[in-house]
């Protein structure tokens, strides 16, 4: 009976380390970075972009993460926490170029990303300080970011701009930029054009949501031989989510352009209109499309597949 009972707890402890959530045994950079590559090698293909390299402006940002608490890896931002309110660890990892979010369930795992915090790259010397808070029981993403002017030159004293902050959640499992009052507006129409203008071969795209028929049509056209064309539906699928994530997001709020004075001048411009059904129609042009988490978002959610599919 003894050994039956041994033999019972042992199986039990080896399933619970089975299950045992990995992230939450993460305690210092190496072992994130560890974790990162090994789980999605693809996605982590080289360490992370370090912030924290240059000694003035490491204590600078450790006094802002202190007076604002703060707390995130020392040298590569990474909160541990619930980003999805289901109860189970997530990981969120901040570098220069992208926001991540390890998503935990049940020790499998998946990932989401943005781009757009490359409008606050090294090239804008921009730090970017993150934290996670619960506002309304829903988990926010709070990215702190100030601009420094001089930091790299001896010469001149660092000149330090006021403290921004971007708030941020999860929706569909992808980065949407927070709406703290999500008021349903009934729109009509929804058009995102990318003008293709760049110094590569990059396609015109025209995306058309009609919330009257419930379908999302697209056309993408190369400028270049062979000159290839394509045009199609998107999946049922994919559109509901679409009109989910457009119906959360207020365009009316954004401003009517985004540019970007560090980014290289090759990017494309992502045009949108929106008509509501009283008429009103918003218009915004997004350079590089790093406007904002939801601009970016959603449109690597509709533009992404379809230069996978139709290269």
Same mark, same amino acid.
């Given at each position: ?30 072992? +994130? ?11 982590? +293909?080289? @360490? ?27 040298? +590569? ?12 660890? @997530?990981?969120?990892? +901040? ?66 701009? $006021?403290? %921004? ?14 709406? *703290? ?26 995306? *058309?949501? *009609? ?43 954004? $401003? ?32 590089? %499309? ?22």
């Amino acid at each position: 009976m003894k050994k039956y009972s041994l033999f019972i707890l042992l199986l039990f402890l080896g399933c619970t380390y089975c299950w045992a959530n990995k992230i939450d045994s993460l305690k210092t950079d190496k072992d +994130v970075l560890a974790f990162a590559k090994i789980t999605f090698p693809s996605k982590f +293909v080289s @360490d992370f972009d370090l912030y924290w390299s240059d000694d003035t402006l490491y204590t600078l940002d450790r006094k802002i993460l202190d007076s604002l608490e703060l707390r995130t890896g020392l040298i +590569v931002h990474w909160i541990k926490t619930d980003l999805n309110n289901d109860g189970q660890t @997530d990981l969120l990892i +901040v570098t220069n170029s992208t926001l991540y979010a390890i998503l935990s369930n049940n020790n499998r795992y998946t990932i989401t990303t943005t781009n757009y915090i490359m409008k606050y790259n090294r090239y804008c010397n921009t730090r970017i300080l993150p934290t996670v808070k619960s506002i309304d029981n829903t988990p926010l993403i709070l990215l702190y970011h100030y601009k420094t002017k001089n930091s790299d030159d001896f010469r001149h004293p660092t000149q330090y701009e $006021a403290l %921004e902050c971007d708030s941020i959640i999860l929706l569909c499992g992808l980065f949407l930029t927070y709406n *703290s009052n999500p008021v349903f507006r009934p729109i009509d129409r929804v058009t995102l054009d990318d003008n293709g203008v760049c110094e590569g071969n990059c396609p015109d795209i025209h995306v *058309s949501f *009609s919330l009257i028929s419930q379908q999302i049509e697209y056309t993408v056209s190369y400028h270049e031989p062979p000159f290839k064309k394509y045009n199609g539906i998107f999946s049922k699928e994919k559109t509901l989510r679409a009109f989910h994530m457009i119906q959360y997001t207020n365009f009316l709020r954004f $401003a009517k352009e985004y540019g970007q004075e560090c980014l290289m001048t090759d990017q494309t411009t992502a045009s949108w209109a929106i008509t509501y059904n009283d008429g009103k129609i918003k218009t915004l042009s997004d350079y590089g %499309e790093f406007g904002n988490a939801s601009l970016n978002t959603i449109y690597h959610f509709l533009v992404d597949d379809l230069l996978t599919e139709n290269k």
